[in-house]
């Protein structure tokens, strides 16, 4: 179960990813700010970070609430 969240999440993740670049682009040039050392930086704060790991954290943080309260753990 756990497996198949995380690859839905993944997936959810690279959606929301390309979304937002192509967002990022109507405002800056991000592809061109993608090719300098505090461009990669700024990407890893605002995009990578916040996407990847907030969908990480729903597919685990998600089905284990579920599972607690189905089965009645902790």
Known sequence: ???VI???SGILALSLEWV???VANWFVDWQQMKRW???IALRQLVE???IEEGCKFAAV???TYY???TYRLL
């Open 61 to 63: 943080v998600v089905p």
């Open 20 to 22: 937002f670049e192509i």
């Open 37 to 39: 050392l505090p461009g």
């Open 48 to 50: 990578i970070g916040p």
């Open 1 to 3: 179960m756990f497996f």
């Open 67 to 69: 599972l607690q309260r």
């Open 6 to 8: 995380g690859a839905i």
